[in-house]
Structures are given as C-alpha cells and as structure tokens.
C-alpha cells in the first residue's frame, strides 16, 4: 500500500528565504509525482507534474526534483514571499490505477 | 471555460439527515473523482467514476455511501443517516477520457458540517 509523507507539517520563513518542502513515498511503482497548493477554504491548484521518467521540473521560481528510486521528491520555492502561504500537498499516481495517494501536506507561512 | 464545479460549497445537515454533494466535471472531461479531506488530515482518494460506471470505489466507506455519474448531468456523492465523523471537505476532480493518468483538475469542495 503507497504511503506519502510530507516532512515539515509546518514551516515559517521570513520574506526572501528560499523553502524546501519534502515528499517521501513508499513504493516506487509510480506513474508521476505532483505537487499542489491549497489555500485555506480553497480548491487544490497544481503546480509542478513530473512525469516518473523525469528528474525535476521547473515553473517561475519553483523547481520540484524526483528520485523515484529513493522514494522522494523535493519542492524548491526560491526567495519566498507572503503571498506563497499556503499548505503545499505532493501526491502520486500509482503505475496501476487512476487515483492519486496525496501526504499530509506542510503549512507554509512566509512573514514580511 | 468554466473549471470544475462543485456545489454547494458549504452543507450543514443534522445527524442522520441525508447530504447530496454534487460536481459538474470541466466540459469535455468523462472521468470523475471525488476525495475527501477530514480535519487535519490529507486528502483521500474515496471513488472514480466514469459516465454510468463506478471504475474504483476502494475508497468508500462500506455503509451509507454511494457515487454516480449518469449519462446526462452531474456526478453525485451521497451519504445517508450522517453522522459527526462525515464532517470534512469533500472534493471532486475530473479528468480526459482518453487514457489513464491524465492530470486531474479539482474543485473547490464541500464542506460539509453535521450537527
């Protein structure tokens, strides 16, 4: 059974900082990893997809790396702003199946 | 070039009353998925529906919980006799039809509060 975890649950940076948010799952049978944002009462917006056979992925000021053999990827958000608080979520897609097994997600506060 | 609608977008229903959520999947998507996202918790995948066919309920709860998606019309998420433990975001996703594991586009959600 995938399992995602998503180490911090929170973090808080002040303005500029650069955030590294952590995703790690279990098995590595994966189709591709996605990274989300949630803002609070709000829907999920993708951000970065990357496909299994790809290393990372690069959006603006967000770059989200993939080692599928170690069970990890990594989003980057260089110097951070307020407007990036949000709670950020990865999820898998299974090679099997159409559904995606999302983390707990991390709380990101960026303080002006 | 509307998103996916979900609606309503906040439900109060009192234990043991029913809640019907419902989501309109973005035009042109075939494939719909809802997930359900409790206090404190991620999300979890609860069902995947194509028009007229349930393809994946291992995510739903054994009791009181149903999901279709007629030909004609939304997807419905359907929970009987609620109970306090129902309380959570509800969300739905669609995706194209044309193969498996095209990205998925997501709502805004439910929330849904029992009383």
């Known amino acids: 059974k995938q399992e995602v975890t998503q180490i911090p649950a929170a973090l808080s940076v002040p303005e500029g900082e650069n955030l590294v948010l952590n995703c790690s799952f279990t098995?590595?049978?994966?189709?591709?990893l996605q990274w989300f944002r949630q803002d609070p009462g709000k829907g999920l917006t993708s951000l970065l997809l990357?496909?299994?056979?790809?290393r990372e992925q690069t959006s603006g000021r967000l770059n989200a790396s993939l080692d599928k053999s170690s069970g990890r990827s990594t989003l980057y958000i260089a110097a951070s702003q307020p407007g990036d608080s949000a709670t950020y979520l990865c999820?898998?897609?299974?090679?099997?199946?159409?559904?995606?097994?999302f983390g707990g997600g991390t709380r990101v506060l960026v303080k002006p | 070039n509307a998103g996916v609608m979900q609606n309503p977008r906040h439900l109060v229903r009192r234990r043991g009353q029913e809640a019907r959520l419902r989501c309109s999947p973005m035009?042109?998507?075939?494939?719909v998925y809802w997930y359900r996202q409790l206090p404190e918790e991620g999300l979890k995948f609860m069902v995947y529906?194509?028009?007229?066919?349930?393809?994946?309920e291992s995510g739903m709860p054994k009791e009181r919980f149903s999901a279709e998606f007629p030909k004609e019309g939304p997807s419905i998420l359907r929970i009987q006799q609620v109970v306090r433990g129902d309380s959570a975001a509800y969300f739905c996703?669609?995706?194209?039809?044309?193969?498996?594991?095209?990205?998925?586009?997501f709502g805004d959600g439910t929330r849904l509060s029992i009383l």
């Open positions: 996703a669609s995706s194209h039809g044309q193969g498996e594991h095209q990205p998925q586009h």
């Open positions: 098995d590595s049978a994966i189709y591709n």
């Open positions: 990357i496909q299994s056979s790809q």
């Open positions: 999820a898998v897609d299974k090679a099997a199946g159409n559904k995606l097994t």
């Open positions: 035009k042109g998507h075939s494939h």
């Open positions: 529906l194509q028009k007229e066919n349930i393809i994946d």
